[in-house]
């Protein structure tokens, strides 16, 4: 048997081998496993294309070059596209319609100057790029009008599917402009009428600015923007664009406004 003092010195050993241990013993942990997000194959094509094709052209606010770069063109051109969905070029997206070029949407976002709790009018949906280009600035409201059901049905589908709430997407003739949600601080059309639509002039703000494309069918028009002061417009050329032509009842004359 073990005499009390053995006993006294075994507890005390035990005691300072389990201090020692407690001490320098460094568990080993299965590390738990964490998911990245799949890369976007996309991503230096885009990056690429807003360095190349929109900054090297002269656009400069920040914050449509941010949205340039982060909107997901090639989720908006038609399957047979993908392989040209960062191009600096139109492309169709069926219906006679097209997605303008990437950097002819940055430029007319740009010049809408748009600023924090902002509305924006849309003539011109298509397959809804323009539309989140614009929502992705992250401070604006936007109403968007397409007069093809189709597309503003698979915009739609599409935007809110992408996650872009503030944008409402409307099928309709945009000639007679979005009556029961104006006044706007800004209009972007892109489709080319030849003459300016009175409904959109009234329905711009104070201060507003609206940005079209004007002149002939089926030949280069100018893009112009408007800025409305003390009532009045004032107009600034800004250069030669193409689109494709304004369609609808409105700008052939007398047809019906849309549903109030």
């Known amino acids: 048997m073990l005499s009390k003092r ?4 075994l507890i005390f050993l035990l005691l300072i081998l389990g201090i020692l241990f407690i001490v320098f013993h460094k568990p080993t942990t299965t590390p738990i496993p964490t998911r ?3 890369e976007d194959p996309y991503q230096q094509a885009r990056l690429e294309m807003v360095q190349t094709a929109i900054l090297a052209a002269g656009i400069s606010d ?7 770069q982060t909107v997901e063109r090639h989720r908006f051109v038609p399957p047979d596209y993908l392989d040209q969905a960062y191009a600096n070029h139109p492309l169709p997206i069926g219906y006679g319609q097209t997605i303008s070029q990437p950097y002819v949407v940055a430029w007319m976002t740009e010049l809408l100057e748009l600023r924090p709790g902002g509305k924006v009018l849309e003539i011109g949906t298509g397959s809804g790029y323009q539309a989140a280009v614009l929502a992705e600035l992250g401070f604006v409201d936007v109403y ?7 597309l503003a049905e ?6 809110q599917e992408l996650g872009y709430d503030r944008v409402q997407v409307r099928q309709g003739d945009g000639y007679y402009g979005w009556l029961e949600q104006a006044p706007f601080d800004a209009i ?4 080319a009428p030849d003459h300016l639509p009175a409904p ?7 201060g507003g600015r609206l940005v079209i494309p004007i002149g002939p069918t089926g030949w280069y028009q100018s893009l112009w923007k408007f800025v409305k002061k003390n009532g009045e417009l004032v107009a600034y050329n800004m250069g030669g664009v193409s689109f494709v032509p304004f369609t609808g009842e409105g700008i052939e004359g007398g047809g019906p406004t849309l549903e109030q």
């Open 36 to 38: 990245t997000p799949e």
């Open 6 to 9: 053995r006993f006294l010195i």
């Open 62 to 68: 920040a914050d449509v070059l941010r949205a340039m």
């Open 154 to 159: 698979n915009a739609q589908q599409l935007l």
């Open 200 to 206: 959109l002039v009234t329905q711009l703000a104070e």
């Open 144 to 150: 968007s009008i397409e007069i093809v059901p189709a």
């Open 188 to 191: 972007i059309v892109t489709a």
